[in-house]
């Protein structure tokens, strides 16, 4: 037999996302569209934490009694902290 062989053929329960992959070779149906899902929510947890963060700074510094340049030092960190990560973890996930 040529070509990709069809899981169906095994006599075992496939979805017709698997029957799609396999005779067309395109990924398509809700398993897919759940990962893209969550891996946009987890890509967009960086700037929603600078986003909450940076209004709140004023309120860390007098809650804190600490000298605002110190506590932009924690914003600072985090921002390292995240491209350290990227950097790391960008290999691996590739």
Same mark, same amino acid.
């Given at each position: #037999? !040529?070509?990709?062989?069809?899981? $169906?053929?095994?006599?075992? *329960?496939?979805?017709?996302? &698997? *029957?799609?992959?396999? !005779?067309?070779?395109?990924? !398509?149906?809700?398993?897919? =569209?759940?990962? /893209?899902?969550? /891996?946009?929510?987890? #890509? $967009?947890?960086?700037?929603?934490?600078?986003? #909450?963060?940076?209004? $709140?700074?004023?309120? #860390? !510094?007098?809650?804190?009694?600490?000298?605002? +340049?110190? *506590?932009?030092?924690?914003?600072?960190?985090?921002?390292?902290?995240?491209?350290?990560?990227? /950097?790391? =973890? +960008?290999?691996?996930? &590739?």
């Amino acid at each position: #037999m !040529s070509g990709p062989s069809c899981p $169906a053929a095994e006599n075992e *329960i496939v979805s017709m996302s &698997d *029957i799609a992959y396999a !005779s067309h070779g395109t990924v !398509s149906g809700p398993k897919h =569209w759940r990962t /893209l899902v969550i /891996l946009s929510a987890l #890509m $967009a947890f960086g700037a929603l934490a600078t986003d #909450m963060y940076l209004p $709140a700074l004023p309120s #860390m !510094s007098l809650a804190l009694h600490a000298e605002p +340049g110190s *506590i932009e030092l924690t914003i600072s960190g985090y921002v390292v902290g995240f491209s350290l990560g990227q /950097l790391l =973890w +960008g290999p691996i996930g &590739d």
